[in-house]
C-alpha cells in the first residue's frame, strides 16, 4: 500500500449536517486528490491539491470545500450534506515527478439519509 | 475536457482466455494513460500504464496498447485466472497539469472456472 489512510472509513449521517472526510499520508508527496465512485460513473474528481494550502476544483466540486495545511493531511468537508453525496470517496497521492504515478487510499463510504 | 469511455462494462471469460478492455479518449493532449485494478471493498490499484512515446507495454500477463491516432487504448490480460475478477478502470491525463485523471465508467471481469 501507498501510505495513505482514510478516515472514517464508514460513516452514516443525515442530510443538512457537516461531514468532514480525512486523508493522511505518509509519503510526503505534493498532489492529493478526492475522488467520489458512484456506478456507472467511474471515479470523479472532487478537489485536489498542489501544496499547502494551494487546492483547485475539479469537475464535480459543488456542495464540497477541501483545506490543506499541512503536507501530510488533505480535509473533505460536506458543508450541508445532501442525499446525493452519498457515495465511496477516494483519496489519492502524487509525488508531482514526471512519472505521474496516482495511488489511492483505501475509501470511505458515507451514507447521507 | 477529457472524455474517457470505456467498453465492455461487464466482461465474462473462462479461466485461461484472453480478455480485452478497450477506452476511447478525445483529447488529443492527453498523454499518460493508466489502468487500475478494483476489488471489492478496496482503492483502485495502479497496475499498467502507458505514456504516448510508446505503443505497447507488457508486464507479464497484462499488456496495454495505444494508438494515438485513433484515441484509443487498450488493456489485454493473457491467460486469465480467477484472481483477476475485479472492476478495471483506464484513466486519462495530461502530464504537467497536475495530473489529474479523468476515468472510464469501469468493466467488470468476472472469469469463471
Known amino acids: 500500500d501507498a501510505g495513505i489512510t482514510q478516515s472514517p472509513r464508514h460513516k452514516v449521517t443525515e442530510t443538512g449536517t457537516p461531514v468532514t472526510l480525512r486523508c493522511h499520508q505518509t509519503e510526503n508527496h505534493r498532489y492529493m486528490y478526492w475522488y467520489r465512485q458512484d456506478p456507472g460513473h467511474g471515479l470523479r474528481l472532487i478537489h485536489y491539491s498542489y501544496g499547502v494550502k494551494d487546492t483547485d476544483k475539479g469537475e464535480v466540486s459543488d456542495g464540497y470545500s477541501v483545506s490543506r495545511s499541512k503536507t501530510e493531511d488533505f480535509l473533505l468537508t460536506l458543508e450541508s450534506a445532501t442525499s446525493s453525496q452519498t457515495s465511496v470517496y477516494f483519496c489519492?497521492?502524487?509525488?508531482?515527478?514526471?512519472?505521474?504515478?496516482?495511488?489511492f487510499g483505501p475509501g470511505t463510504r458515507l451514507t447521507v439519509l | 475536457g477529457e472524455n474517457v469511455e470505456q467498453h465492455p462494462s461487464t466482461l465474462s471469460v473462462q479461466e485461461g482466455d484472453s480478455a480485452v478492455i478497450k477506452c476511447t479518449y478525445s483529447d488529443s493532449a492527453s498523454n499518460y494513460f493508466p489502468w487500475y485494478k478494483q476489488e471489492l471493498g478496496k482503492g483502485p490499484q495502479l497496475i499498467i500504464d502507458?505514456?504516448?512515446?510508446?505503443g505497447e507495454k507488457k508486464d507479464q500477463r497484462i499488456a496495454v496498447t495505444l494508438n494515438k491516432t485513433a484515441k484509443h487504448f487498450s488493456l489485454h490480460i493473457t491467460e486469465t485466472q480467477p484472481e483477476d475478477s475485479a472492476v478495471y478502470f483506464c484513466?486519462?491525463?495530461?502530464?504537467?497539469?497536475?495530473?489529474?485523471?479523468?476515468f472510464g465508467t469501469g468493466t467488470r471481469l468476472q472469469v469463471t472456472l
Open positions: 484513466a486519462a491525463s495530461i502530464t504537467g497539469t497536475a495530473s489529474k485523471l479523468t
Open positions: 489519492a497521492i502524487n509525488d508531482g515527478s514526471r512519472y505521474n504515478e496516482q495511488f
Open positions: 502507458i505514456r504516448s512515446n510508446v
